[in-house]
């Protein structure tokens, strides 16, 4: 690791969450907004208050004229004409004659009354039933921004989905929804205050091979868009400023992390056997269909997770039956004979649809999440079942539900599967017959009853992100007590053992899918618990696969049972890097 920051340079330490070394420049996003005062004017100011609204609905209606032209001329009208919406906003005489009403009459100042107002009328539409009137709501809720921007003179906020130039996004926070929109092309990588290795925007920056460091704490308020900045992903480090010195160290572990993926890449046609001859199967985790390339690329035994709720993100619409087949379809066509396991939805918890009204609850992740709103959102649930039964027809694929957390929930589901299925001989629509079905074990109360969920379902897919939180209460997404977070708990490796072991009573094959698979270090664990099967980012398939050949199973075996006596987490850990780091030093040599 590079020495430590020189004068001159600042630097900031974080949670590595994406590995990989990049330098650009900073844009800073998402700066909360001041909160919007309400000011008693004298009557002799309120002309001139009714005159600086009209100014800043101007001006916000040319900077919307003008992204439309931009985002027209690279994308074509279609897109462009999602602003029309905007515009109509501007044009809403009824909001725009109450927004001065309200300034004349209460003798307030224009950012609360146009705030106020606009707020209301927006509440009202995202509460009525009609889809088309409920998006009018984001809209209302877009334009509002711009115009309070323009009234307190801030910035405009950068347009995620067209930046104009490579850059380093720093931000307070960035939601799987915000992160779903970033013009890839041109984010070079990216640091929050807040997060963890498992939140879905640091799965997310490692599908995509972005470097990113989270949980940097107040990072987005040191740093000024526009400064050079360094990004380690693979250490948690953001540098201020590098200096020449700290540039040519990062350079030399540029050099070293290259012949070390060259030396992965080697392997990339090999099977992940160990040297005692045990395959063990490979698996990449997805979040679209156009990620079968990165699947193959590195050499994965195929589709472990298809994290199907990205679908539903960044679109203004759910998308239907046919949408989600095509998709499904797709994937399965491209990886065939290899098999996709997809998981139906698992909205909720960090995972928000703009377009549905999903409530604000104190626990999301404790709330209407994964299979609980798919039991009782039968149109989005049965839309998906049939797209996924459809795409089956291609013959590699397998389904799992999201988040089940005992027998009733599981039994509710396959009975619904099989109603659908039914439909669709009826319909004469072909499907797998024989489609696998599994569960994920992700809640405690199924790593306890697994005995039972066995003997409904063919495989079984531990999320260990969620039985991690779930288990050790400890919020998956809360940097301030990420050191709390910690896979190698006595409680996981126990609750991990006896779930393979009921697992295997009833022939039911097990992976994981959750990030502790894709950490090398822990790899020999699970394998020496008896998992069959691994799923990881398609990035981590490299270097999972390197240390699975030069280990040995009976080691691993050693090595879980020796944890399965200790009683700390630390002792677990330092015998899972005694061993590790022993057998494959290079894949450590820069951490
Ligand atoms: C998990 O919980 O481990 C998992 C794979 O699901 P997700 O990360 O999408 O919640
Ligand atoms: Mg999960």
Redesign the pocket.
Known sequence: MPEPPHRGEQSFRGIPVSAGVCRGKVLVIGRARPAIAKVQLTEAALAEEVNRLEKALVQTRQQLLEIQRKVGEGMGSQEGSIFDAHLLVLEDRTLLDEVARVIQEQKVNAEHAFHSVAERYAATLSGIEDEYLRERASDMRDVTTRVLNNLLGLEEEADLRHLKEPCIIISHDLTPSNAAQLDKRNVLGFATDVGSR?S?TA?MARSLRIPAVVGLRDVSGQVESGQYVLLDGLNGVLVVNPTDQTLFEYGQLILRQATLQQRLRDLLQEPAVTLDGHRVLLHA?IEQAADAEQVKANGADGVG?F?T?YLFLNREHLPGEEQQYQSYREAAAALKPLPVVI?TL?LG?DKFLAHMQMPTELNPFLGWR?IRISLQERDIFRAQIRAILRASAEGNLKMMY??ISGLDELKQANALVEEYKAELRQEKIPFDEHLEIGA?I?TPSAAIVADSLAKHVRFF?????????YSLAVD?MNEKIAHLYEPTHPAIVRLIKSTVDAAHKHKVRVS?????AGDPVLVALLLGLGVDEL?VAPSLVPPVKFLIRRLKLSEARELAASALECESAGEILARCQELTWGIAPSLFENQ
């Open positions: 498992t879905h799965i985790n997770l994290r709720e998981r698992d918890g994964a999201p988040m994920m992700e897919s531990i999320g260990t992100n969620d039985l991690i939180q998956r994981v899918c959750g990030e502790m799923s």
